[in-house]
């Protein structure tokens, strides 16, 4: 088991405080993994093993327990009688009514509570409606680069990180897949089934969709046009001209639910000059590489996409809020937010013209402020400073810790 100091560090200092602890994020991305860390650490602080109870509800170990009230007796009938209990609840959404239940052990036992999650119930937006000011919330993303080496060094032998970096953003970051050397079509076999039943548990069935057609149809449409901004409006366009009629309305409600399932995240537009969040053509990215290339095929021109969306991801991971800059008609990749540190970065494969350059560089030195600026690139190149900006090759600056 690998440790993940990047969430645990998070973790820490809410164990024993009057907060539900809740995991979010899409499957096999290493939630229960984590719960497990948490437990650990509970034993070297101590805690016996008859204070922890754990259940996880995608088990039949526990498929007769499916109502708040079966929750509630079931913990009522297990907690330790000399002191703290210690609750951990894997996959809670499997359970109607949750929400009650587990606010009721805040105020009913003496409890320090963990709660993983993997569909739209575990969104902010719905879990603040019963547990308002009363948890803390993680979103868990799968293996960021860093980390990604680090189960590369336990479990396989590891490579340059400049080489390593081509084969993470082809085999992406669910942690299931760096546990030993799989072939690309052996780890596409894996994704596409998380996909799969993600798509068809958390989405279709639990939002009874009848056209689920059309609704893969929206998956691929998407998938393809990773890093690219559009609108629900030009999806419903591109429905119609292949014969496919598709009102907007209807395509923001798929895009709402790809969302609430962890798949894809919404990137807004951000006005730099007018300091305003924009609500049209939008950005949206996957929460892995690998869901692409599992569902539409592994395509080598798609590695510049694929890159921005590593790169956003690594920007969330860390805790930034991410946009996409607008520039008055210029474009700037991201503009990164974390309290009162602020990032503006291009994501670039390669730079092989003096106009490619311009175009690069000049975007960001039209941004009058002092805050960081990077180009990131994936060719090889002398790394140096351009007029106060930054040029790291994208592993680098994955690796980095100085932003």
Known sequence: MIYRKLYMDKIIPFIDTPFIKILTGIRRSGKSTILAMIRDELRKRGIKAEQILSYRFDSPLYEDITTARDLYNEIKNHLYPDGRTYIFLDEIQEITGWEKAVNSFLQDFNADIYVTGSNSRMLSSEISTYLTGRYVSFRIYPLTFAEYLDFRTSYTAPGDPHQEFARYIRYGGFPALHLRDY?????????????????????????????????????????????????????????????????????????????????????????????????????????????????????????????????????????????????????????????????????????????????????????????????????????????????????????????
């Open 183 to 403: 072939t690309p079509e052996e780890a596409y076999t894996v994704v596409y089934d998380i996909y799969n039943s993600t798509i068809f548990t958390d989405i279709v069935k639990r939002n009874q969709i009848r056209k689920v057609d059309q609704l893969e149809r929206i998956v691929k449409y998407v998938f393809d046009n990773v890093g690219q901004t559009f609108s629900a409006s030009s999806i419903s366009r591109y429905m119609k001209s292949q014969g496919r009629s598709l009102d907007t309305e209807t395509v923001y409600n798929y895009l709402d639910k790809l969302e609430r399932a962890f798949i894809i995240d919404r990137c807004s537009r951000y006005n730099i000059r007018g300091r305003e969040i924009l609500k049209t053509q939008e950005k949206f990215y996957l929460a892995d590489p690998a869901l692409r290339y599992a569902v539409l095929g592994y395509d080598p021109n798609y590695v510049p996409a694929m890159m921005e969306n590593v790169v956003y991801l690594e920007l969330v991971s860390r805790g930034y809020r991410v946009y996409v800059g607008k520039l008055d008609t210029a474009e700037i990749d991201f503009v990164a937010v974390k309290q009162d540190k602020k990032v503006y970065i291009q994501v670039t494969y390669q730079i092989n013209s003096p106009e490619t350059q311009k175009r690069e560089y000049d975007r960001l030195l039209s941004i009058n402020d002092n805050y960081p600026k990077y180009v990131v690139r994936m060719d090889d190149f002398a790394e140096g400073n351009y007029e106060g900006i930054l040029t790291r090759h994208i592993a680098d600056f994955l690796l980095a810790s100085d932003y």
